[in-house]
T-cell receptor, first 113, second 117 residues
Framework: KAGVTQTPRYLIKTRGQQVTLSCSPI?????VSWYQQTPGQGLQFLFE???????NKGNFPGRFSGRQFSNSRSEMNVSTLELGDSALYLC????????????FGPGTRLTVL | AQKVTQAQTEISVVEKEDVTLDCVYE???????LFWYKQPPSGELVFLIR??????QNEISGRYSWNFQKSTSSFNFTITASQVVDSAVYFC??????????????FGKGTKLTVNP
């Protein structure tokens, strides 16, 4: 079974731009979660989607948003980029969310200049 | 709130040495799950183990073993006869129940393990 895939793997943007990251979960998995990883804050939960609905969101500003499609693929969007948004963005999929184990993709490394 | 503490920021060992990575957690929940993930330089978080709070049996998988002690809120990870390929950052994580039936993972800061030849 193919693992979680994320595209693109690397991105360079400038302040004020917006960016869209994509995540394809493991086949059959219906829950997708997003995490941000930075050297200072570590790994932090962004949001979780299940059946095209956002079930929960972490403590991030409204500039961070996402969506999930009927095939469980998910995208996250960051608008009006700030230097502090530079991070590794990791997507994780699980069967149905909840206590199911989350399997992570390789991440998208975003650099904001 | 849930909290995971990995006090060891970096550990360096020589190949074939045994090494233990410490993890201490705080939670209000009576039912919870603990995890260990490995992050090699490529960046992907690789799942290693999941443990239910009701199951305090230690687990061994090849060179890896885990010691879960509820009394001390610890879930330590030991690598026996370490190898260079074990070099990575290791994260301990704790599940936190959220509204709507979902859960998120609360991660420790990670322990960077370097195994030298």
């Amino acid at each position: 079974k193919a693992g979680v895939t994320q595209t693109p793997r690397y991105l360079i943007k400038t302040r004020g731009q917006q960016v869209t990251l994509s995540c394809s979960p493991i086949s059959g998995h219906r829950s997708v979660s997003w995490y941000q990883q930075t050297p200072g804050q570590g790994l932090q939960f962004l949001f979780e989607y299940f059946s095209e609905t956002q079930r929960n969101k972490g403590n991030f500003p409204g500039r961070f948003s996402g969506r999930q499609f009927s095939n469980s693929r998910s995208e996250m969007n960051v608008s009006t980029l700030e230097l502090g948004d530079s991070a590794l963005y990791l997507c994780a999929s699980s069967l149905n969310g909840g206590v199911d184990t989350q399997y992570f993709g390789p991440g998208t490394r975003l650099t904001v200049l | 709130a849930q909290k995971v503490t990995q006090a060891q920021t970096e550990i360096s060992v020589v190949e074939k040495e045994d090494v233990t990575l410490d993890c201490v957690y705080e939670t209000r929940d009576t039912t919870y799950y603990l995890f260990w993930y490995k992050q090699p330089p490529s960046g992907e978080l690789v799942f290693l183990i999941r443990r239910n709070s009701f199951d305090e049996q230690n687990e061994i998988s090849g060179r890896y073993s885990w010691n879960f002690q509820k009394s001390t809120s610890s879930f330590n990870f030991t690598i026996t006869a370490s190898q260079v390929v074990d070099s990575a950052v290791y994260f301990c994580a704790l599940s936190e129940a959220l509204e709507g039936g979902s859960e998120k993972l609360v991660f420790g800061k990670g322990t960077k393990l370097t195994v030298n030849p």
